[in-house]
């Protein structure tokens, strides 16, 4: 496996104030290790279009242009789809990332084979809020899945590309795309590694990563698990209404006050749980069947 053989992909949502330096850097960077670069402009009302059509000539660059805003997740997508190298790379626009941390991870995938390799960042420079944000999602992941990664939400990400592009398409297209496409692979038993890297102070534009990113994060990667593993989630609420139930009632029993509306009603809550839990299997069944044969 070469090093060039890369593709790196750069989701832009408003970025007009540093975008020209970050190109300045990026765009020769890539040329000279012979990686293509897929730039995605993701709807942006500022002069990011504008600036990104000087480099659409250049040799090994390549633009996608959103018509409208249609999410981080969504400009990823774009470009991962249009991706024909063995491995492809996602960083973010706002240039905290250090280029050269890109030939560590290139190196480190090929080195052990991973299919995902994920840029841990340790403790950034994150607010509290982010901060905040960051422990909920990781705290949620862990609780209904085995999830040997520490920062899910890392922009800084490589891919075998043939399993991204099979992956795309059961993910979310809002910022949760970065936490949901890692449990995709991890669920799917594919190697995922972690790999320090660096970063700077965001150069330009405003983040838009907040305590609300982190809920939406939460509540995706809940849909994931009702996706890809409906009876880990059914199965426990469905024994623990049976069992608050029989708990419940059996005080009454033992009163000698017969059995308890609400005991039995928390047994046919659970009951009925394990039922919808069968059904969501068998739905998640067909489901992922389809999203397989799409690949085809």
Not at 38 to 57: C, F, H, M
Not at 141 to 151: G, N, S
Not at 244 to 270: D, E, K, N, P, T
Request: glycine residues 8%.
């Amino acid at each position: 496996m070469k090093q060039e053989d890369l593709t790196v992909i750069v989701p832009l949502y408003n970025e007009e104030e540093f975008l020209s330096s970050l190109m300045a850097e990026l765009v020769p960077y890539c040329n000279n290790y012979g990686w293509r670069l897929i730039l995605v402009d993701d709807g942006s009302t500022d002069e990011t279009g504008t600036i990104l059509q000087k480099y659409a000539e250049y040799e090994g660059v390549q633009i996608i242009s959103h018509k409208l805003n249609r999410g981080y997740g969504a400009a990823i997508k774009s470009g991962i789809r249009v991706a024909d190298t063995t491995y492809a790379v996602t960083i973010d626009g706002d240039g905290q990332h250090y280029l050269s941390d890109i030939n560590k991870l290139m190196k480190f995938a090929i080195e052990t084979d991973a299919d995902l390799v994920v840029g841990n960042r340790g403790s950034d420079t994150s607010n509290a809020y982010r901060m905040m944000g960051k422990h909920i999602i990781r705290f949620v992941a862990k609780l209904l899945m085995d999830v040997p990664i520490q920062d899910l939400n890392s922009g800084l990400k490589l891919h075998r590309t043939q399993l991204a592009k099979k992956y795309i398409n059961v993910c979310p297209d809002s910022m949760a795309f970065s936490e949901f496409i890692t449990l995709v692979y991890i669920n799917y038993r594919d190697l995922v590694l972690e790999f320090p890297v660096r970063i700077r102070e965001r150069q330009g534009g405003k983040s838009t990563i907040n305590i609300l990113n982190a809920f939406e994060a939460v509540a995706e990667i809940i849909n994931l698990i009702v996706l890809f593993k409906p009876l880990r989630v059914f199965l426990f609420l469905s024994f623990s209404a049976i069992i608050v139930g029989f708990v419940w009632g059996v005080r009454f029993v033992l009163q000698g006050r017969g059995v308890s509306v609400g005991s039995m009603l928390a047994i046919v809550i659970g009951v009925l749980l394990f039922s919808l839990g069968l059904l969501a299997k068998q739905l998640s069944t067909i489901y992922l069947s389809m999203i397989s044969q799409e690949q085809k």
